[in-house]
């Protein structure tokens, strides 16, 4: 009888440790919170992009898996254009979403090739993912495919001196913060980012509900504010990131300029970074950047248009987006007119 209340004590003992150990990782390492919102699926709503897969026309070329990297198994792009394209022509980066910690960018490939329909080369960049590769590692990667592809741009029919750089959700945060290191070079020596282009190549750039600026997100809330808490810790690689000088730095409103290139940015009204995103376009006009943006009135639009809204391209508002962004990049590219399949809605 004492032997088995000894074993029983032994293994309460033995649980009460494993799960104070528990608790202990739990808030030593983001880990944990990381393994959670990667079991979410589609954690950033990139499946939206599916709709796209029926739309896609004849005539688009496809160079997939480049590598712009060989250190990085993350380190490849994927290239876009019309099939019958002569010269060179404007090249536009799309840099995915997931949160800083998931996405791939396989799901946007028929989104990406609709686009180059318009007359573009389109480049599909991968990144790897946090907290495997904490910040500024992804902007740095961006970096490096913007210079590998312009660096071959006779191969890839790319006008390097017509540069834009877009993205969505996180990607839209790495797409902007590089747009501003190349755009601003006082930001890029402080903020220690590469400028793989000089200012007058990049001539604009396209962002999508991305967040913009870690210092006014609501942490506290229970359910976003723990989505966001989680992958800002997983991108800066610090519990404590709001105290992390060099973090800060991607605090996109505090530091942009009038030198930062026209911008074109966009979200649905049910985005939980609405708020963001019309910050953000607030502090650039005022700052004197050319912006464009497009916004919704709640009222107006189903509640399902939010975040990553755009990609659903069986709805109105995508669509209409599509349009307006298109129009957006041949006016600061000097693009001549090329049907694409947006112009046919």
């Known amino acids: ?30 880990w944990p919170s990381v393994w959670l919102l990667r079991q979410i699926p589609d954690p950033g709503g990139l499946a939206n992009a599916q709709t796209a897969a029926r739309l896609v026309p004849d005539g688009i070329h496809s160079d997939l898996d480049l590598v712009y990297d060989a250190r990085s198994d993350q380190g490849r792009i994927d290239v876009f254009r019309p099939d019958d394209a002569t010269g060179s022509l404007p090249v536009v980066f799309w840099v995915h979403g997931g949160g800083f910690i998931a996405g791939q960018k396989e799901p946007l490939r028929d989104y990406l090739r609709i686009l180059a329909s318009h007359g573009f080369v389109v480049v599909n960049v991968e990144y790897t993912h946090a907290p495997e590769a904490i910040y500024p590692i992804a902007v740095r990667q961006v970096g490096a495919a913007i210079a590998y592809a312009t660096g071959k741009a006779e191969d890839l029919h790319i006008d390097p001196d017509r540069v834009v ?22 930001y890029a020596t402080r903020a220690g980012l590469p400028t793989p282009i000089a200012p007058q190549q990049l001539v604009g750039t396209v962002q999508f509900s991305g967040p913009y600026d870690p210092t006014t997100v609501n942490y506290d ?8 808490r989680t992958v800002m810790w ?10 992390d000088d060099s973090f800060l730095m991607t605090a996109l409103p505090k530091h942009v300029d009038a030198d930062y290139p026209p911008l074109f940015v966009s979200t649905g009204p049910a985005d939980p970074l609405l708020a963001q995103n019309l910050a953000w376009a607030k502090a650039a006009a005022e700052a004197g950047v050319d912006v464009t943006t497009l916004f919704f009135d709640a009222g107006g639009v189903p ?29 600061v590219t000097s693009a001549p007119m090329r049907a694409g399949v947006s112009d046919s809605w």
Do not use: C
């Open 1 to 30: 009888m004492k032997r088995w209340k000894k074993t029983v004590l032994w293994i309460a003992g033995a649980l009460v440790s494993v799960i104070a150990a528990g608790v202990v990782f739990w808030n030593v390492s983001v």
């Open 165 to 186: 750089i877009a993205g969505d959700s996180a990607g839209a945060h790495i797409a902007a913060q590089a747009a501003m290191a190349i755009a601003q070079p006082d």
């Open 221 to 228: 809330n229970a359910t976003f504010g723990f989505f966001m």
């Open 234 to 243: 997983a991108y800066s690689g610090r519990k404590e990131f709001l105290q």
């Open 303 to 331: 509640e399902t248009i939010g975040h990553e809204y755009q990609l659903a391209l069986d709805t109105e508002q995508a669509r209409d987006a599509m349009k307006q962004y298109v129009s957006f990049l041949r006016t």
